[in-house]
């Protein structure tokens, strides 16, 4: 019941070994020789930060983050539950950016998880969520005072399963299972010592769900079809950071707000369309290495603080990321 993310879920031919060796020895060679012609700054990008890559930049990117609580809250009631324990949600989050302009840069995600629970009979699911791609447009670039850098971006972005999994077995399920298109802006203020400030809000449509049976009821009322209205959620981002040529350590505090949705009924499972608000804290440290500058490195930690029908959660999450210039 941690927000999904949002929370709060991819022939050759064959060759001898001696034949694979020689191959691999010239791409070794050229890929190093990339590698060092794309020197950066460490620095967060994400689908929905205030930062943009170079024109015609590339970077792809793999995070591991593991997600456990074992108190959640039953509508605003903080409780546990003998017959789930703690629950364990795994996920593997393939990213790929490329800088299409120096104004426009593209962005798409794909994350496969893997829910468990310690206790009970409920069986955890693993499976590819949901896809999501997005473009980021820079809209304002200013100087400020002389000494910081200021810039705006609008964001837009859609999403949809990658797969046929249930939304309807939660906290197992791996998601949520609704198409959506989301737009935000994102403001990414950075002075000339290193410390910066970022900003982001933003609201995402989420269509209907199906159901595989014919009747639900949710929010006080017997509803005699499959089909489940999902209500649209709010969102926001605020944080401040240091960032130089090799660490970039943001902090951010995050927040979702579900525009609709009923609680938790006293002790049944979560409903795919319940309101999931949640406010929590998340700090990263990100590091390119000095010997391979392409590549960056990053750890993070984040804790729910305060939610409404989500886990109260606490993730860890460690990744690597490399950049080359097409």
């Not at 691999?24 to 700054?41: I, Q």
């Not at 997600?67 to 795994?90: F, K, Q």
């Not at 670039?141 to 949809?160: C, D, N």
């Not at 392409?294 to 990744?319: C, E, K, M």
Request: charged residues 20%; glycine residues 10%; proline residues 5%.
């Amino acid at each position: 019941m941690s927000a999904p993310a949002p929370v709060p879920v991819r022939p050759r031919a064959v060759r001898s070994r001696s034949a694979r060796r020689s191959a691999v020895r010239p791409r070794l060679a050229a890929g190093l020789a990339l590698l060092g012609a794309v020197a950066a700054p460490a620095a967060a990008q994400s689908l929905d930060d205030g930062l943009l890559l170079p024109r015609r930049t590339a970077r792809v990117g793999v995070v591991q983050a593991t997600d456990r609580w074992d108190h959640y809250w039953e509508g605003t009631r903080a409780r546990t539950n003998e017959n789930l324990g703690t629950v364990a949600t795994r996920v593997t989050l393939l990213h790929a950016m490329y800088g299409l302009t120096d104004r426009v840069t593209l962005g798409a995600t794909l994350p496969y998880v893997r829910t468990e629970a310690t206790q009970g009979v409920l069986k955890g699911q693993q499976g590819w969520q949901d896809v999501t791609v997005a473009a980021k447009l820079r809209v304002v670039q200013a100087r400020v005072a002389g000494r910081a850098a200021l810039s705006a971006l609008a964001v837009g972005a859609a999403g949809a399963p990658a797969t046929d999994y249930t939304p309807d077995l939660l906290p197992m399920s791996i998601g949520l299972g609704a198409r959506r298109a989301s737009l935000r802006g994102a403001v990414h203020l950075a002075d000339r010592s290193g410390v910066f400030v970022d900003a982001s809000a933003g609201r995402a449509w989420r269509s209907t769900v199906r159901l595989d049976r014919p009747a639900y009821y949710t929010d006080g009322r017997l509803t005699l079809s499959d089909e489940v209205r999902m209500p649209d959620v709010a969102d926001y981002a605020v944080g401040v950071g240091y960032q130089d040529a090799r660490w970039c350590l943001p902090l951010m505090l995050v927040g979702q707000r579900t525009l609709g949705g009923g609680d938790i009924r006293r002790q049944d499972m979560p409903f795919v369309s319940n309101r999931m608000d949640f406010t929590r804290l998340a700090g990263t440290a990100m590091y390119t290495l000095p010997f391979a500058p392409a590549v960056q490195v990053q750890a993070g930690a984040a804790r729910t603080l305060a939610g409404r029908n989500v886990g109260r959660a606490t993730t860890l999450s460690a990744g690597v990321s490399l950049g080359a210039r097409l």
